[in-house]
């Protein structure tokens, strides 16, 4: 057996208790966002934090899920990693937050952010630290998602698209698994769409308000669908390095933003739509969480099963993106 390899031993998922309806946003803006919403990106409802609800507060619940499925506590655990563009504070890091109050003592902690492709990013980099500490047992790894607390609300692209959820997975050093990955990223795309206002570029001030740049902001408009573009060649290039056709994929998640656009990927690739899936009909976009939220559901679902071979792809803007092939 190698050492340093690794395998998802549980999973959870949590999202908050408020959902939104189509027909909500429809009514709000006085205007029928069906033909967009549901036609095009595939949603149908979505949920929102509270406004006195935070990240945290899903990513506890999720956390103590995937820990009872693995069979193990807080202090088994040799790292908490967050997978997010959207934490709790821009400092502390959110995965510090949430060892404390877990109570995982012996969990060292790192928050990591690729827009989007966070979680797909992270699952190799906790691979990668699997592979430099043996002695490393058991990682929590959370894709979270918060972005309805930046959104516009009166902005009706973003304000109906996003969601907001979190998912966990607790991650084995077993020597199994993890078998290739592939990512690509392109940052001239860097000020096309994001949370600009903050850093320290457009640090909190009356000029950053004013201008909105706190907010979510589609600053400049794609001419192509990334999406669209990129991912085929992606996950070829990744089936590449396991050496297997695409053909021998079992289970293929996207980055669920898009439906139409996942289809047309699935029909370019030759894949058929029974070996994918998809929850943004009743999640929404839920960002760095939603690829292991859509693992979560198909494995409930009965889509997966030991041994699978699964492609996990994922985009974020910026652009960044990923794809990474695995065994259940």
Not at 193 to 214: C, E, M, Q, S, W
Request: charged share 20%; aromatic share 8%; net charge negative.
């Amino acid at each position: 057996m190698e050492a340093g390899m690794s395998h998802i031993a549980g999973m959870g998922v949590k999202v908050p208790d408020r959902v939104l309806t189509n027909e909500y946003f429809s009514e709000y803006f006085n205007e029928d966002l069906s033909g967009f919403l549901e036609g095009i990106v595939g949603q149908k409802e979505r949920h929102w934090l509270a406004d006195d609800e935070s990240v945290v507060d899903l990513c506890l619940p999720a956390a103590q899920e995937a820990m009872a499925e693995a069979g193990i506590t807080a202090k088994d655990l040799s790292m908490v990693v967050v997978a997010s563009d959207t934490h709790e504070y821009i400092s502390p890091p959110t995965s510090l937050v949430v060892q404390g109050k877990l109570g995982a003592i012996n969990a060292m902690v790192f928050d990591l952010s690729a827009s989007c492709a966070s979680f797909v990013t992270a699952l190799v980099t906790v691979d990668s630290w699997f592979r430099s500490h043996p002695d490393f047992k058991y990682a929590l790894l959370i894709g979270e998602y918060g972005m309805t607390k930046y959104v516009d609300k009166d902005d009706k692209y973003t304000a109906s698209l996003f969601a907001d959820g979190a998912a966990a997975v607790v991650i084995e050093n077993t020597g199994e698994s993890l078998i290739a990955s592939k990512f690509i990223a392109d940052g001239t795309y860097h000020d096309y769409l994001g949370v600009f206002g903050g850093g320290t570029r457009y640090p909190i001030n009356d000029d950053t308000l004013a201008k909105g740049l706190h907010k979510l902001r589609i600053l400049k408009k794609y001419d192509e669908n990334p999406n669209l573009v990129a991912w085929p060649g992606l996950v070829k290039s990744l089936m590449e390095k396991v050496g297997e056709p695409l053909g021998a994929i079992d289970l293929i998640l996207f980055t669920q933003i898009n439906l139409s656009v996942i289809k047309k990927v699935l029909e370019i690739l030759g894949i058929p739509e029974s070996r994918s899936h998809w929850i943004m009909d009743r999640y929404g976009y839920t960002g760095s969480a939603c690829i292991p939220m859509a693992l979560y559901d198909a494995r409930k679902q009965g889509k997966v099963k030991p041994d699978d071979l699964v492609v996990l792809v994922a985009s974020g803007a910026g652009q960044a993106m990923g794809a990474v092939a695995l065994r259940l």
